[in-house]
């Protein structure tokens, strides 16, 4: 501080030298500027040093009691330490002792838990759970509790288990009926009377329902199976009592159900001949109509031919008896005459005989090709499929192929009953013929007889 006040004067002095004359300071002016100075600047220096020792014992303080407390932190951790080593120990002898004294129900807590996770699996997936929901819940405790290490199963759990292990095995040994939500094909929740067949189908309404895993409800199936196999079921649902009566049981569990439902019925199959297919069938169904009609007309004939055979006069309304007259008209002709006469009349029954059979046979034949026709036009199509949509979908190319098909089946549908009716009447028509070419031979033979007899 003495060093400042010199050198202050020191500039002071060297300012008011080279100052106006007029601004001059007389050096006592000076003297008693430097004392001001000096006391102001010692004063300030007392201050500050009365501060900072008040500081230094304020902080002498805080670092004693920050010494203080890490010594009680540390001896607290100390004491946590030995305390964790200490129940180290006791878990250790513990666990030691539980695994001693359990000896082989673990192993049995391990069973317990498997056959609990099978069992879950098991009622999820039987149709019983519709009339009995909430029963997985139970088993997903009691998975959870047998492989816990800290919490052993009840008595009241394990007979829990038997209990409804023997509950599943009795119902599904029964014929139920109860009421419970059903989901309809519009996707609505209903709750319906419900006829549940042991553990394989549920029906209602007469149809059949599915059990679905993933909503845990029955599903009604959006297609259902012919009427032989609903017809039963509605049987089922009115049956009383010990009354016996049929039933057609789906040992999948409904997914024989499933594919009945997707595969096509008499009518889609007939649909998917398409245009050629009605052709066909309408053509099978002209062949054998037309059969059924020649084998009636030729089936009276021959009762009228037999009829006449036992009489020797001629009636008209067959043609045996036409036959018959024409050998009557020219019963004095020759021999020659007389047997040109009696084929001329045959022949003249002959188409009579034989109408229409002929279109049959036609019908026996056209029938395979228009089905083959169907068949190609169809592949042709499949082809132009796989080649816009590759062949990765077998199922796209085998409904194509099925399709294709399926007028190929008309077509011998048609034609076979066709050819089997062609035969029959063909055959008919033939044993008519033959009567009348043996009567007709008879007759000539007796004529010839009874000539020779006269000429002799």
Not at 344 to 371: D, F, N, Q
């Amino acid at each position: 501080m003495k060093l400042k006040a010199i050198v202050l004067s020191a500039a002071l002095a060297f300012g008011f030298n080279t100052a106006n004359a007029a601004d001059t300071v007389s050096v006592d002016d000076l003297l008693g500027l430097v004392k001001q100075g000096q006391a102001r600047d010692n004063k300030e220096f007392q201050q500050r040093l009365k501060r900072f020792n008040s500081d230094k014992a304020q902080q002498e303080k805080m670092l004693a009691d920050t010494r203080q407390e890490r010594d009680n932190l540390v001896a607290e951790s100390e004491r946590k330490e030995a305390l964790f080593a200490e129940n180290e120990t006791k878990i250790a002898e513990e666990q030691q002792r539980l695994t001693e004294r359990m000896g082989s129900l673990k192993e049995l807590f391990g069973v317990l838990q498997q056959v609990a996770g099978d069992t879950k699996s098991v009622f999820e997936g039987s149709v019983v759970s519709s009339e009995l929901p909430g029963r997985e819940q139970f088993l997903t405790d009691l998975i959870i509790t047998a492989g816990s290490s800290s919490k052993l199963p009840s008595i009241d759990q394990l007979e829990q288990l038997w209990f409804e292990m023997q509950r599943e095995a009795t119902y599904t040994g029964r014929v139920s009926s109860y009421q419970t939500d059903v989901v309809v094909p519009s996707g609505e929740t209903v709750q319906k009377d419900v006829v549940r067949v042991g553990g394989f189908n549920a029906i209602s309404d007469g149809k059949y329902l599915n059990w679905d895993l993933e909503s845990g409800r029955l599903v009604e199936l959006d297609k259902q199976p012919g009427s032989r196999y609903t017809d039963p079921a509605k049987a089922l649902e009115v049956a009383s009592g010990d009354q016996l009566t049929e039933f057609w049981i789906d040992p999948s569990r409904g997914q024989l159900l499933k594919i009945m439902g997707q595969s096509p019925e008499l009518q889609e199959r007939v649909d998917q001949g398409g245009i050629v297919g009605y052709i066909i069938m309408a053509l099978g169904l002209v062949g054998i109509l037309t059969a059924l009609w020649r084998m009636l007309v030729l089936w009276l004939e021959g009762m009228k031919i037999r009829k006449q055979m036992k009489s020797d006069t001629p009636n008209e309304n067959n043609a045996l008896g036409r036959v018959m007259a024409v050998f009557q008209a020219n019963k004095d002709a020759d021999i020659e005459t007389l047997e040109l006469h009696l084929g001329e009349a045959i022949s003249a029954e002959i188409p009579r005989l034989t109408r229409a059979i002929g279109w049959i046979k036609i019908i026996s034949v056209v029938a395979p090709l228009l089905g083959l026709l169907g068949t190609v036009t169809g592949m042709i199509d499949v082809f132009e499929t796989m080649s816009l949509f590759g062949t990765g979908d077998p199922k796209l190319m085998a409904g194509g192929i099925s399709q294709a098909l399926m007028t190929t089946v008309q077509g011998l549908v048609a034609a076979i009953p066709c050819v089997f009716l062609h035969t029959l009447t063909n055959n008919r028509s033939r044993e008519l013929m033959m009567i009348l070419e043996e009567r007709a031979t008879g007759i000539l033979a007796r004529q010839s007889e009874q000539s020779h007899g006269k000429a002799a």
